[in-house]
């Protein structure tokens, strides 16, 4: 869909009088196909633009939405000129939200029992901004940039990455918002505007931080996720696991599309690092490779903030060492574009068992297999393969929480019985990499 220019934007103003011009590109997939983008700068609170994306499986599903959005802002703004041109606070009054407006009546209502006129809201106003607000000039995406600057200096990069990500749709739905201004009920909405109880819980620790770190600032008086009810973070009943002939499925795809990232995965999958913090900041110094060495995981990037060695059973030494020497240096290579390249790969046929392809023009054919159907990834699968599998073969939990750093409680509801048959568990500590990887 084409956009006017804005030369044409001016001439025109009644056919986009909100100014609004997104502009389309596509974003080709690693399965071949590809997926549509819409663009857009928005202004930011205070001045400035920030880009802005919205990606689509088609081109029609965009248009709709394109449409759609269009309308709306147009009609907004279009309806705040006409408010603005009558001199009149019709507009301004019908903008406001229904809670703003019964806020405000139920203020005269009160002004009136105390004694007191309508007009005597503005002295109210005046004195409860001297005692509440005055000085108090931050925005919430103001505070956010603090807090996410003061978090770089005293967190794990993944604990920064992981509260930046979360706080993101608080900036996006309350950015431009004073910090003291906010309300219980406005912070209580965007929790529980997450999809999942877990991400619930998570939103509120994340925005709890924020404000308590407002208010030791001395931008905030209170912090209104006190009046926000706790959210109990519950665990699934059942925990994701590959089969062996998916994970063998996600090793094949590294090996033929992302070498590089052959040891993020052995390691996530046969060692059980957690993925975040621990597998990602893993470096190479502290993996023996010698018969009976383990991987040392340390203080710094340990969840437990504990020293442990997690082992490192004969096919996860085989796939270490079927990396370069040359490339067994530093952290241990990630790259998230790769990763999804590889996960958009990987494939299992009606049996489960993995599904072998070729790249011809820079496009995915699969072989020797009808329907072959993605691998499921969620978060933690690796981990809770490693862990299920781990005490399959070892029958130890006490052994277990000590490799995989876990608590009993969370081990014994997770892997205490795992339901995998004999014949899987040998399967899966028997994957290798193929012959010609090999580099000892």
């Known amino acids: 869909m084409e956009t006017l220019s804005e030369k044409e934007q001016e001439s025109k103003p009644e ?13 080709p997939l690693a399965s071949g196909g590809v997926a549509w983008v819409l663009n857009w700068h928005e202004p930011k609170p ?107 200096k005293t967190k794990r990069p993944a604990t920064v990455s992981d509260r930046r990500w979360r706080l993101s749709t608080l900036v996006d739905r309350h950015g431009g918002t004073l910090a003291a ?11 529980l505007s997450a999809d999942t109880q877990p991400s619930q819980a998570a939103r509120r620790r994340a925005v709890n931080a924020l404000f308590s770190f407002a208010v030791r600032r001395g931008y905030m008086g209170m912090n209104p996720v006190a009046r926000v009810e706790r959210i109990a973070s519950r665990s699934p009943d059942e925990v994701a696991v590959f089969s062996p002939g998916a994970a063998e499925a996600v090793l094949r795809a590294a090996q033929k599309l992302e070498p590089r990232l052959v040891a993020f995965f052995a390691v996530g999958i046969f060692a059980g690092l957690r993925p975040q913090n621990e597998l990602r900041q893993l470096d190479w110094s502290n993996v023996n490779l010698e018969p009976g060495g383990k991987i040392k995981v340390v203080r710094s990037t340990s969840k437990t903030a504990r020293t442990r060695y997690a082992p490192i059973s004969d096919n996860l030494r085989a796939w270490l060492r079927a990396v370069p020497r040359a490339e067994r240096e530093g952290a ?25 392809f070729g790249v011809e023009a ?11 159907r993605p691998v499921t990834w969620c978060a933690d699968i690796m981990r809770h393969t490693f862990c299920t599998y781990r005490q399959a073969l070892i029958q130890n939990i006490n052994q277990l929480c000590e490799e995989a750093g876990n608590t009993p409680s969370v081990a014994r509801a997770h892997y205490l019985e795992p339901r995998e048959s004999a014949e899987e568990v040998n399967e899966f500590w028997s994957i290798l990499p193929t012959p010609k990887k090999a580099n000892k």
Do not use: C
């Open 15 to 27: 056919r986009n009088p909100s100014g609004w011009l997104p502009w389309v590109t596509e974003r």
């Open 181 to 191: 201004t906010m309300t219980a009920a406005e912070v209580e909405d965007w929790v």
């Open 332 to 356: 241990i290579y990630y790259s998230r574009r790769a990763f999804r390249r590889v996960l958009d790969a990987s494939r299992v046929d009606g049996k489960g068992r993995p599904v072998d």
């Open 362 to 372: 820079g496009k995915i054919v699969y072989k020797k297999a009808s329907k072959p």
């Open 46 to 152: 205070g001045g400035g633009r920030t880009l802005k994306r919205k990606q689509f499986a088609d081109r029609a599903e965009l248009d709709a939405w394109q449409t759609e959005e269009k309308t709306r802002r147009n009609r907004n703004a279009t309806f705040a000129r006409q408010s603005e041109r009558r001199g009149d606070s019709v507009g301004w009054w019908v903008r406001l939200s229904p809670t703003d407006r019964a806020a405000i009546m139920k203020a005269v209502e009160q002004m009136r029992d105390a004694g007191g006129r309508a007009d005597g809201l503005g002295e109210a106003v005046r004195l409860y901004s001297m005692a509440h607000l005055t000085g108090a000039k931050m925005t919430v995406a103001e505070i956010v940039d603090e807090h996410l600057g003061r978090l770089e």
